[in-house]
């Protein structure tokens, strides 16, 4: 039998992290776009084997074991990790015939009575043909506890017969779109080739959701977004969960056309992260689906922590346009189920968004154009990695709109700091996507204070 080539071409990463314990993950792919073999392995199960240790260097290894990669699941290998300390770095790898891969950093949640400060930073709208992903390299060397990733992981997209500048900074594995269980692997394959990429999955655990185009540009509920057949939907729906699943480091595997992305992930009594699905459960003018609203709103009315943190994909609060109607692809086009989210909304709300590759800071009031309303939280709108923004008059925006306090189209991510005092979001910018080595910068800092945003002086 020939020798395995490089077998860790993918990278590591780790995610779902619990007090005592986080998921790592890896998929074996010598040949990453294979356009036959997934990942160019033979159709057959491997044994991994797996070890994390307290420092860097693996002279105090703490866990280890074997692990399966299974043909059916892409040779993919999730690894639940138990027993662990909470609030501590840890240090991972994988190795399989001979081969070793590159060593990732986790960290596990804090305590339940913690009140230690978290950092985490949130990122969302990664397109690969529209520029480098430069900011993600930034994200990774601030090391953070967590990493939120809000959606649009990758872009279902084939290539346009005449691509406008700025959308063709670098070629995809295919010219076709994905809509077959093969061709969305390889295209997470050709995402997960990226260095940038897999230094910020190496550098910190991460907890994703899916939005639309991990699936289908605005799908929504059983509805493809395109008058198309809901049956043959829910096939290709079925086969973007799958790949979706066998390259993120998630608990639950998806069952056929469905995945649970809703969550509770807890940092002691500073945040709850509470991420939910605006996707797979829309329904008539319902955002969330009863099941999952119950869900959520039962969370937020008995949350003890400081700040309750709503991490979801599409935008919250209100935005109007100068010349257009509302986003019916957004909470603007399910202001019931709005509504319904912010009655059980306790002191310190803190929603975060992505989808609309602008960033934004908005106050959540009760009256949204009166600045004397009631304020009931705040939403931190990030920007995207790559893809591209449309045209958009910002002054335009900022005058129809008194809640929104800050908007910028430049690309990057988030990054935050809660403590049991305040809740700090900083922008971060990079100053080009279309050649790697952008520099990044903080453009805008906010706190929150009574459920106000304050603008922090730079």
Not at 195 to 210: E, F, G, Y
Not at 246 to 251: D, G
Not at 316 to 324: G, I, T, V, Y
Request: glycine share 8%; hydrophobic share 40%.
């Amino acid at each position: 039998m020939a020798k395995m080539g490089y077998p860790f071409t993918l990278g590591v990463a780790s995610g779902e992290p619990l007090p005592d314990g986080v998921i790592l993950w890896t998929r074996l792919a010598p040949e990453p776009l294979h356009p036959t073999q997934p990942g160019g392995m033979p159709n057959r199960a491997m044994t991994v084997r797996w070890e994390l240790a307290e420092d860097e260097a693996f002279t105090r290894i703490l866990r280890s074991g074997t692990a399966p990669a299974q043909p059916d699941w892409a040779h993919s290998v999730h690894v639940r990790v138990t027993g662990l300390r909470p609030a501590a770095d840890y240090f991972y790898r994988f190795s399989v015939e001979g081969h070793v891969s590159p060593v990732g950093r986790t960290r596990t949640a804090p305590a339940p009575d913690s009140t230690a400060p978290v950092r985490f930073c949130f990122v969302s709208c990664q397109r690969y043909e529209h520029g480098h992903f430069t900011a993600l390299r930034h994200m990774a060397a601030e090391r953070p506890d967590l990493v939120l990733h809000l959606g649009d992981y990758i872009y279902e997209y084939g290539k346009p017969k005449n691509p406008k500048p700025g959308r063709w900074v670098r070629p995809l594995e295919s010219a076709a779109e994905c809509t077959t269980l093969g061709a969305y692997r390889n295209r997470y394959a050709r995402y997960k080739m990226d260095p940038d990429l897999q230094a910020a999955h190496a550098a910190a655990p991460w907890v994703p959701i899916p939005d639309d185009h991990e699936v289908r540009d605005n799908w929504a509920g059983a509805l493809p977004g395109d008058g198309g057949s809901p049956a043959a939907f829910l096939k290709r729906r079925a086969a973007a969960f799958k790949a979706y699943y066998e390259h993120q480091p998630l608990r639950v595997r998806p069952s056929g056309s469905s995945l649970q992305n809703h969550r509770w992930r807890p940092y002691g009594r500073v945040a709850d992260f509470l991420l939910t699905d605006t996707r797979q459960y829309r329904e008539g003018r319902d955002m969330l689906g009863a099941e999952q609203e119950k869900w959520l709103t039962d969370r937020l009315r008995g949350s003890a922590a400081r700040w309750k943190v709503l991490a979801q994909a599409v935008f919250f609060s209100q935005r109007k346009f100068p010349l257009e109607p509302v986003s019916a692809d957004a909470w603007d086009g399910y202001p019931g189920s709005r509504s319904r989210v912010l009655a059980a909304a306790p002191d310190g709300l803190v929603v975060l968004s992505g989808d609309v590759h602008s960033a934004y800071a908005c106050d959540i009031r009760a009256d949204w154009a009166d600045p004397a309303s009631r304020a009931l939280g705040v939403e931190f709108v990030g920007p995207s990695v790559t893809s591209m923004p449309g045209i958009t008059d910002a002054s335009a925006i900022l005058d129809v709109n008194p809640h929104i306090a800050f908007f910028d189209s430049r690309h990057g991510y988030v990054s935050c700091a809660a403590d049991m005092e305040g809740f700090r979001a900083d922008y971060r910018a990079v100053a080009f996507v279309d050649r790697p080595g952008a520099p990044a910068t903080t453009v805008a800092g906010f706190e929150v204070k009574e459920n106000r945003l304050h603008r922090v002086d730079l």
